[in-house]
């Protein structure tokens, strides 16, 4: 016990102020005194003196080496009354000197034992009381908070969806008790750019929600300055960092989407990754970066991916993979990927899918630990999903014979660095079909460098030429067809000698051509509705 | 897969700069791949040894950003050899018979300790051919 509550009436004496002062003073300063606590460490030696003596204690005549016998006998405490209840010390009666100046009789110190065995319990009574008032006042303070904390959230959170023709977005937010800091948003961006949002702030309640609505407002800002969704983070990043509670970040996904190409530019701060449902499987979108607030002067990378038609990506918060189930399993990463892969419906479907399997794994009774929020980004199949049949060009004949299944049809856009997008998604469908590792990376190299041909010499880089990439399957081989909107003579002639480049009589490039030859079983070239085409033919 | 973009380091040994090398190399990947050579190159090694062990892609631009290098470690006389390449890089070196002037070995111990081998006979020939 650290703290006892001095009781000092003054029905018997007075106070003993510290130093001397005027009666009027004095009394004054005794009735504001009348109840104070006493930090009485459990090592001072009064503490075991008290709960062992239940009577008056004379304090002129104690002999005790406890520092605050010296302290209250300072303060002019001549009687002392330990006040018991049920064995517990909950509080000490204290007398000054007589107002008459004679010592204390034996009648007084009976008439103060008498007190002081009924005060302590009524004392006991008051303290219970006042605990209970404390209570009572603490949960309707933090009642009141998380009406406050949820009124917040509700106010910032979107109040309709973007209605984009060919896409469908779905978002879920449903609040834990305890109101935590998550939340998502769409910022239209012009010109058929979207910008979306999804977020997690540390901590609960107020503060989260605080810190929620600040974010919001300067990414906001950014997003409506800033082209890049990596810039976009830094600066958001760099505006809260100064104004960031202790211990508090936020995690945050922000990306763009352009929804007449179906690009998604994407940086990450420390948010969970969103998983991207495409024709060969599920990926997670990864980049890499600091959550926001933590840290000044942060770089946000970015990534990007082409969302063809069909495919869905699913943005979300922890409070679902973080669910816990009555064995303390968690729900998991591991789970929510196969969920995803799984089922090849995005929107709603999806949202309603999960929540299922959610309520499934954590049985009845759960309590929400944590905000659940779900954002379902689907682009809708085109209206002829079916297998696309091409004519068969005079390159391609020798193949005319088989059955062709179209596998997925891409478009990629032509900037620098999007063959790894070519790359990686036809990849993933390759490798659905067994390809062995060596000829998946020798196919995945020969798309690249095909890929990149038609951007650089096909579209000379031009944004509104996407190359478009069509994969399709036989029973026997795995064709990919690059389409450009170039002639097709554009790429060089020359085939590369590394004698004649090392001294300098060719230049150091042009391996494109000669890399994809070796790469794949087959090339063949034509142009197909006046685009140029090559395709690559790999025996399965 | 995400990009990652590439980064070089370059390591400084008694006989041997080691250039390991991470990421993708691509058209972006020039001027710090240049720089990393010329950092190698002023401690006048013995020889260069590019680490591929971390390098997960490369195209056909990174590519001619590596014979660009090969070409300046032959004007300046200066062996280069290349370590830890997949299978697949193998391959590649292969085809654009990069290996038949940059020899390839498994890793970085093995690569300098067959470099170190191969400058010990160097030595003892032209010791040789001076005593001739």
């Not at chain 1, 009735?31 to 930090?39: F, G, I, K, P, Q």
């Not at chain 1, 919001?216 to 760099?238: C, F, H, K, Y």
């Amino acid at each position: 016990m650290t703290t006892v509550i001095q009781r000092f009436r003054r029905a018997f004496g007075r106070a003993a102020p510290q130093a001397p002062v005027a009666p009027e003073r004095a009394r004054a300063a005794a009735s504001a005194d009348a109840v104070r606590n006493l930090d009485l460490t459990p090592s001072d030696p009064l503490l075991g003196y008290l709960q062992r003596t239940p009577g008056v204690i004379d304090f002129q005549n104690l002999r005790l080496a406890s520092p605050m016998v010296e302290r209250l006998r300072a303060e002019g405490v001549r009687l002392a009354v330990p006040l018991l209840s049920q064995g517990a010390l909950i509080g000490l009666l204290t007398l000054g000197p007589r107002r008459s100046e004679q010592d204390y009789t034996s009648d007084d110190h009976t008439l103060l034992g008498n007190l002081a065995s009924q005060a302590a319990p009524a004392l006991r009574v008051a303290q219970l009381v006042r605990q209970q008032q404390l209570e009572a006042r603490e949960r309707e303070r933090i009642a009141q908070e998380l009406r406050v904390a949820r009124l917040i959230q509700q106010t910032l959170l979107p109040r309709s969806v973007p209605d984009v023709a060919g896409w469908g977005i779905t978002p879920y937010y449903e609040p834990a008790r305890e109101v935590g800091g998550d939340f998502y948003d769409f910022i239209e961006l012009g010109d058929g750019q979207l910008g979306l949002v999804i977020a997690d702030v540390t901590d609960k309640g107020v503060p989260a929600a605080l810190v929620m609505a600040m974010a919001r407002s300067i990414l906001r800002a950014a997003a409506g300055r800033l082209d890049s969704p990596g810039a976009v983070l830094e600066r958001t990043n760099e505006v809260l960092y100064p104004d960031m509670p202790p211990n508090m970040f936020v995690t945050c996904l922000y990306a763009i989407l352009d929804t007449h190409s179906g690009r998604l530019r994407f940086a990450n701060a420390g948010h969970d990754l969103p998983y991207w449902h495409h024709a060969g499987g599920v990926s997670e979108l990864y980049a890499r970066g600091m959550p926001l607030g933590l840290m000044p002067g942060m770089d946000y990378e970015e990534s990007e991916i082409v969302l063809a038609p069909g495919d869905h990506v699913l943005f979300y918060s922890d409070g679902l993979v973080e669910a816990h189930n009555a064995e303390r399993e968690m729900f998991s990463f591991d789970r929510l990927e196969a969920l995803v892969g799984a089922h090849a419906d995005g929107g709603q479907p999806l949202v309603d899918m999960l929540l299922g399997e959610l309520a499934s794994f954590t049985g009845s009774g759960w309590v929400q630990e944590d905000d659940i929020t779900l954002v379902a980004l689907g682009r809708e199949a085109a209206s002829g999903n079916e297998p696309r049949s091409y004519p068969a060009t005079q390159t391609v004949d020798e193949h005319s014979s088989d059955t062709w299944q179209t596998l997925a049809e891409l478009e990629i856009p032509s900037l620098p660095d999007n063959e790894r997008l070519a790359m990686e998604q036809v990849g993933a469908i390759a490798c659905d079909l067994g390809l062995a590792p060596l000829r998946l990376e020798r196919l995945k190299t020969a798309v690249a460098e095909t890929t990149m041909n038609a951007m650089e010499h096909g579209n000379g880089y031009r944004a509104d030429q996407p190359v478009r990439i069509s994969v399709r399957r036989s029973e026997t081989a795995l064709a990919v067809r690059v389409y450009d909107y170039g002639a097709g003579g554009e790429i060089a002639a020359d085939e590369p000698d590394l004698d004649a480049k090392l001294a300098g009589l060719q230049t150091a490039r042009g391996w494109g051509l000669h890399l994809v030859r070796h790469m794949v079983d087959e090339v063949q070239m034509g142009s197909e509705d006046g685009m140029h085409m090559v395709e690559l033919i790999i025996q399965l | 897969m995400p990009a990652v973009p590439f980064d070089v380091n370059v390591r400084q040994q008694p006989r041997a700069a080691i250039i390991d090398l991470h990421g993708e190399i691509n058209a972006g990947a020039e001027a710090r791949l240049n720089d990393a050579y010329e950092q190698a190159d002023r401690g006048d090694p013995e020889v260069i040894l590019l680490n591929f062990s971390q390098v997960i892609y490369m195209n056909s631009t990174g590519i001619a950003l590596i014979v660009g290098l090969l070409a300046r470690a032959r004007k300046h006389k200066r062996r280069i050899i290349a370590c830890g390449l997949s299978q697949h890089f193998r391959d590649i070196f292969e085809i654009t018979r990069l290996s038949d002037f940059m020899p390839v070995f498994n890793d970085e111990v093995g690569a300098l300790s067959k470099a170190e081998q191969a400058e010990h006979v160097h030595v003892r020939q032209s010791e040789a051919r001076g005593k001739a």
